[in-house]
């Protein structure tokens, strides 16, 4: 498990995978292998050949053989003879965008530091972890290129960005900067994506890799509900339980764009990073442009097992340490309880009976700033509105500290109300295209984060309230895409640039709040999952996943979201029926037994449930406190699908570390007369370890439960809600001896 370099080839070896590329008689770089571990060796003849074939163009005229459209490729140009898509372009001053980068040098260093000005993954810890740096220079322009690999050998993870430096005299301008290409040598691959919507937000699509390009992307200046950056190629047989599969993801909150590219002769080209629609950046003499941080990961025994190893570099290596093993409080938030309505009065109601059910957080959303009763005005007005605190916001914190809750607060700091204190002292904050009609969302506009006194002053504001009031938690919230994009202080030539200009400024709000208030847990938000990425991860260790609260259709988003990201990061709250997003009814029990494979909270108005109901709250809490370490941090395995033809049936499970407990959720959308008998097969569990399920008298091996299951007749099934959207939790430990 290390990085290996023998005569200008290069293994970067982890505990299940191999990654090999090497130098090119050309000084370019060349694509060897990527898939399951095989040995070291002096070299591998094998694994790429070069032959002349007509019609195409070569490197030079002695060496008709080396044609870059029939070679694999490390990081790949356009211009000179690979008319696949480029993992970069850079234009200069000239027009022309031709490159000509080559193998200078590398160097082989212990660990992985951060980035400076983005999230980005680590190695705090020592944990094995090695970092490769490729140097290459272009001598015309007089530019290094520093490729970055960085293995974690634990989590058969490997982590890739690009660093663009202009040493020259000139300003050159990049057009196009992946983070990292994989060039493969078969295109037998299905494309597992996960699209949606707002409140339906990651939901599976799976479709064979086809000739052309396929791809998903965002250009709405955030990773998006419609698309986001994590996919999957995974060998048409593969499945949760066994096969083949890559996983890819990019530490980016911004635009971004995944490809698939296969060509002529069935090679597979993946490119990962910043959407290059929309996309330039020109580099001045003695600057930098780095790329952020491309994830991959392979397995070779289904997506279960790629999933998990991928949530646990993530807990050690990108999450913030503070949080990374903290369990998460359960919260309860205001919002649906009394939507803009409220004063301290009815919120001490509200947190009172929390106390009493025994909830740990009570959050104030929207409407407790400037003059907020709707809507329409207030957002950049971070002060408390006096009419509804008339003692001041603080007042209202020290009351529910007294009662030994954690107080939480919703905050958006990225956005403006024209009507608003902020809009009438600073109305060129406000992102829009001048002489053009500014273009609002949900009442609301953007402010430009790209500009250092706008953060100062958004800092400013969220921070003198973090001291004020002493809170303990942030609902981070941005409910709205960017529109009419335009940077008032760049120059025509740069416009491009303000996408990412913006997302470095959002970054760096959230790197001052963090840093100056450490002990600050926050949730990011997006209208639900409209954010929901590894950028946003690295500052927010949670997240709410939608806006849909509707336990059924949350069994579709959680189970999608389990592919990229791990539980503990999922926001998943309990709320009334009929549901505000479906009208749909659903039993209590199925709402709390959907919502516990998460981050557990309350989203209703807990001072109006019948006396049923509260014990039915105070019971999962209970319940969710005595398994809490289990369902946040356990290790997830997906069992059966909403997303396959059917779709009926959904269950998975969480696992401890040392396999001697496990809880299963099961869940029947529709009944229906009659049916068949249903077996729960577990996963995860010790083949020859005897273990209990619930209450039955009988014990099983863990063999038995994996391979013949449980059969869920009534005596298993006690306690099940009844009818439609039934649900049943199997609670499963290890006999001690």
Request: hydrophobic content about 35%; aromatic content about 12%.
């Amino acid at each position: 498990m290390a990085i290996f370099v023998n005569d200008n080839v290069f293994h970067l070896q982890t505990a299940n995978m191999s990654y090999i590329f090497y130098v090119m008689s050309n000084g370019e770089l060349g694509q060897l292998y990527c898939g399951k571990q095989i040995p070291v060796k002096a070299n591998y003849v094998n694994l790429s050949t070069r032959e002349e074939r007509g019609s195409m163009p070569a490197l030079s005229l002695d060496q008709p053989d080396f044609q870059l459209e029939m070679l694999k490729q490390e990081y790949a140009d356009l211009g000179t003879g690979d008319f696949r898509y480029p993992a970069y372009q850079v234009e200069e001053a000239n027009g022309s965008r031709i490159s000509e980068f080559r193998f200078s040098k590398y160097e082989l260093t212990a660990g992985k530091k951060r980035l400076p000005d983005m999230p980005s993954t680590f190695d705090d810890t020592s944990d094995d972890s090695q970092t490769l740096t490729i140097v290459l220079t272009d001598k015309v322009t007089a530019m290094t290129l520093k490729l970055n690999y960085t293995i974690f050998p634990h989590q058969d993870i490997l982590v890739r960005s690009s660093k663009f430096e202009n040493n020259g005299q000139q300003p050159v301008t990049l057009t196009a900067a992946y983070s990292s290409e994989l060039d493969l040598p078969d295109a037998s691959y299905d494309m597992i994506q996960f699209s949606g919507a707002w409140t339906r937000e990651r939901q599976l699509i799976r479709t064979p890799l086809r000739s052309g390009v396929q791809s998903i992307s965002s250009l709405r200046y955030a990773s998006s509900h419609q698309q986001n950056p994590f996919f999957i190629l995974a060998r048409p047989q593969t499945t949760d339980d066994q096969g083949e599969a890559f996983g890819f993801n990019l530490v980016y909150s911004g635009n971004f764009m995944d490809q698939v590219e296969v060509d002529h002769y069935d090679t597979t080209r993946i490119l990962v990073g910043i959407n290059p629609n929309e996309f330039s950046w020109q580099i001045d003499a003695g600057k930098t442009f780095q790329t952020p941080e491309a994830i991959m990961s392979y397995t070779s025994n289904g997506m279960n097992q790629l999933s998990q190893q991928m949530a646990d570099f993530y807990q050690k290596h990108l999450v913030n340490p503070r949080f990374a093993q903290k369990q998460r409080p359960i919260v309860i938030n205001n919002w649906e309880a009394t939507y803009f309505d409220f004063d301290e009065e009815k919120l001490l109601k509200i947190v009172k009976k929390a106390k009493q059910l025994g909830i740990e957080m009570f959050v104030l959303d929207d409407g407790w700033y400037g003059h907020r009763n709707n809507d329409r005005s207030s957002l950049g007005d971070w002060f408390e509105n006096p009419k509804k605190f008339p003692k001041g916001l603080a007042h209202l914190v020290t009351q529910v500290h007294d009662m030994d809750m954690k107080f939480g607060l919703w905050f958006e700091p990225e956005m403006i109300s024209m009507d608003s204190t902020l809009y009438t002292q600073h109305p060129d904050w406000l992102i829009a295209a001048p002489n053009r009609q500014k273009t609002p969302s949900r009442n609301q506009f953007v402010l430009d984060l790209s500009r250092p006194e706008v953060v100062d002053y958004v800092f400013q504001m969220v921070g003198n309230m973090i001291k004020k009031t002493g809170l303990d938690y942030i609902k981070w919230d941005m409910n709205r895409n960017i529109t009419d994009m335009f940077g008032q202080k760049l120059p025509p030539h740069q416009q491009q640039e303000m996408g990412h200009r913006y997302m470095l400024g959002v970054y760096q709000l959230y790197e001052r709040v963090t840093t100056a208030f450490p002990d600050v847990l926050i949730e990011s938000c997006a209208a639900g999952g409209g954010r929901y990425d590894l950028g946003m991860m690295y500052y927010a260790p949670q997240a709410w996943v939608s806006d849909d609260t509707d336990a059924v259709e949350r069994l579709k988003i959680q189970f999608g979201t389990s592919y990229g990201y791990p539980q503990t990061m999922m926001g998943a709250h309990v709320s009334a029926v009929p549901n505000e997003q479906t009208g749909r009814k659903t039993p209590f029990d199925t709402r709390g037994n959907v919502a516990f494979f998460g981050d557990l909270g309350y989203e209703l108005d807990i001072t109006k449930l019948t006396e049923e109901e509260q014990q039915q709250v105070a019971s999962q809490v209970a319940f969710y406190k005595q398994y809490r370490q289990l369902f946040q941090f356990g290790k997830f395995y997906r069992i059966d699908s909403p997303f396959e033809k059917q779709g009926n049936i959904v269950s998975w499970e969480v696992v401890s570390a040392d396999q001697q407990k496990a809880v299963a959720g099961w869940y029947q959308i529709l009944n229906h007369p009659n049916g068949p008998y249903q077996r729960l097969k577990f996963r995860g569990l010790i083949p020859d370890q005897l273990y209990t399920v619930n209450q039955l008298t009988e014990q099983f091996y863990g063999a038995e439960l994996m391979n013949a299951g449980l059969m869920l007749h009534p005596d298993a099934m006690q306690g099940a809600s009844e009818g439609d959207f039934k649900s049943q939790l199997f609670m499963v430990n290890a006999v001690k001896d």
